[in-house]
């Protein structure tokens, strides 16, 4: 089924002209141009010991970019974070996924192989992403943002 011409506008406005090409290095000094709009997920591991953290972005490429930049000031940089929902991994590390690029949800099942403090699968953009929350919270979560950025984008 199409979508009705004002949706596909707003997709459309949505995708393309909200945010400009954006830049960044990535850990091995590589200066890339991006469509932010692209990016799915954002996770923090932490490098080497008395290192810090790397951010890993998934989503521009077949593997994760890592750069310096927190995920935090970076989704705030490129203004992105409206369309983000902050989930937990099972080992603590925190996540961030793009709401419009999760496809579905689920409990853990018996057949899933991983830690026993993941709660839910979250499968977005082909891949799955177990995390400590719960489908509920997540489905909630998600669902306020995207009443958020419907209601702003329904007053300009």
Known sequence: AALPG?????LN???????????MKTLSGVTLVFDPTKIIMLYVLPRSPGR???????????????????????LERLHLKPY?????LPDGAPVS???SAVSFLRAIEPWDHTRSEAKSTV???SRPIFVK??????RDAINAL?????DETGRK
């Open 6 to 10: 004002g949706a596909a506008q707003d």
């Open 13 to 23: 406005r949505l995708e393309l002209g909200i945010h400009d090409l954006a830049e």
């Open 52 to 74: 810090g953290l790397v951010t890993h972005i998934v989503g521009l490429a077949g593997g994760a970019q890592e750069i310096d930049e927190p995920a935090e000031s970076f």
């Open 84 to 88: 983000f929902v902050a989930l937990t």
């Open 97 to 99: 996924v793009k709401a």
């Open 123 to 125: 499968n977005a953009g």
């Open 133 to 138: 929350e719960e489908v509920a919270t997540i």
């Open 146 to 150: 995207r009443r958020q950025n419907r």
